[in-house]
């Protein structure tokens, strides 16, 4: 008797994922997301909010190497600064956003 495979992400969040990840649907959700970042800044630059994020993120993509497919892709020694380099963007993003929604509060108070 074989021991049962246990995949991670789970097979139906593969396909789920595969199926959201289409170019007609990415395409729309990162421009939505895209939106909701300027819309929604002075919420998700808050320092819990980002790092709730941010372990989220982790926990996606560096546990998307439990599969084969993913880890042969991602752990080639040409592909891991792109890994490194999406990171720095996230900070970098997250840090000039920050810095607008602290710059924008200081100047909603010196109006008052």
Same mark, same amino acid.
């Given at each position: 008797? &074989?021991?049962? =495979?246990?995949?991670?992400?789970? $097979?139906? =969040?593969?396909? $789920?994922?595969?199926?959201?990840? &289409?170019?007609? !649907? !990415?395409?729309? =959700?990162?421009? *939505? %997301?895209?939106? *909701?970042?300027?819309? =929604?800044?002075?919420?998700?630059?808050?320092?819990? %909010?980002?790092?709730?994020? !941010? #372990?989220? !993120?982790? %926990?996606?993509?560096?546990?998307?190497?439990? @599969?084969? @497919?993913?880890?042969?892709?991602?752990?080639?020694?040409?592909?891991?600064?792109?890994? #490194?380099?999406?990171?720095?963007?996230? *900070?970098? +993003?997250? #840090?000039?956003? $920050?810095?607008?929604? +602290?710059? @924008?509060? $200081?100047?909603?108070?010196?109006?008052?």
């Amino acid at each position: 008797m &074989q021991p049962a =495979l246990v995949h991670f992400p789970a $097979r139906s =969040l593969r396909t $789920r994922s595969n199926y959201f990840t &289409q170019p007609y !649907f !990415f395409i729309s =959700l990162a421009c *939505l %997301v895209f939106a *909701l970042m300027f819309v =929604l800044y002075k919420w998700w630059t808050k320092p819990p %909010v980002a790092l709730g994020l !941010f #372990i989220l !993120f982790c %926990v996606f993509y560096f546990g998307s190497i439990a @599969d084969p @497919d993913f880890r042969s892709i991602v752990a080639k020694p040409d592909n891991v600064p792109i890994t #490194i380099m999406v990171v720095s963007v996230m *900070l970098c +993003i997250w #840090i000039a956003f $920050r810095r607008a929604a +602290i710059n @924008d509060t $200081r100047v909603a108070a010196a109006c008052r």
